[in-house]
């Protein structure tokens, strides 16, 4: 499965990089439909009872570093921010956007292939990092695994993922580009990782609906 892995790694960076020439520093660029659904989607993430403050995070797939602007923003008193992402030019794009800030850091990383098995933050965020749909290629509930297992690792505290939902919008078309994932399936495979879950599939469509889960250690 490694070699597997390595080669859909290498699709993504490539992927990511076709649109960061074309696009440069947008949402577009790493696949979100607007602004307004990236916000919508990070807000999402504050509403609950995870008291931020103080907290050390790591968002995976971070892209350009936008929630760690979001946060700052919506006053979040969060201790520090580490962003990791596969794709080089959308690393090199956000320490450029962050320089001389050392609340922030960023580093080219693949959680997929990662052997790190010591905490690295308190808090980790793994937003859209699992829509897309493999098909044949590999199961994508075993790479869901892989990627979330492997991110629980690395937190002291909870872990925060989001799929896009198989209980999907009757008004939104499905793509058959992206994988819609049965919660209680991904709920199932949470609770092998620890008995304190919550699942949250009650906020409103972005446009398609999904869901969020919040794995506590």
């Not at 020439?21 to 807000?43: C, I, N």
């Not at 979040?76 to 794709?87: A, H, P, Q, S, V």
């Not at 609340?103 to 905490?119: G, H, R, Y």
Request: proline share 4%; net charge negative.
């Amino acid at each position: 499965m490694d070699d597997l892995i390595d080669d859909i790694s290498r699709r993504m960076i490539s992927r990511y990089t076709e649109r960061y020439k074309k696009l440069g520093y947008d949402v577009k660029t790493l696949g979100w439909g607007s602004k307004e659904q990236q916000l919508a989607r990070f807000a999402e993430i504050i509403c609950g009872d995870i008291d931020f403050t103080d907290k050390s995070l790591v968002d995976i797939g971070c892209g350009f570093g936008d929630l760690a602007n979001f946060l700052t923003k919506r006053n979040i008193k969060f201790k520090n921010y580490l962003g990791w992402d596969l794709n080089p030019d959308l690393i090199n794009e956000a320490r450029t956007m962050w320089k001389d800030q050392g609340q922030f850091s960023f580093d080219v990383m693949n959680i997929a292939a990662i052997e790190e098995s010591k905490p690295v933050a308190d808090i980790g965020i793994m937003l859209g990092v699992l829509n897309l749909n493999f098909r044949d290629e590999i199961d994508n509930y075993d790479y869901a695994r892989r990627l979330v297992s492997s991110a629980f690792k690395i937190v002291k505290e909870c872990l925060i993922v989001d799929f896009l939902s198989a209980k999907h919008s009757p008004d939104y078309p499905k793509e058959d580009f992206v994988f819609y994932y049965e919660p209680a399936v991904v709920l199932d495979f949470a609770l092998t990782l620890t008995p304190n879950v919550e699942l949250k599939h009650n906020y409103a469509p972005i446009p398609q609906k999904e869901f969020m889960i919040f794995i506590y250690k």
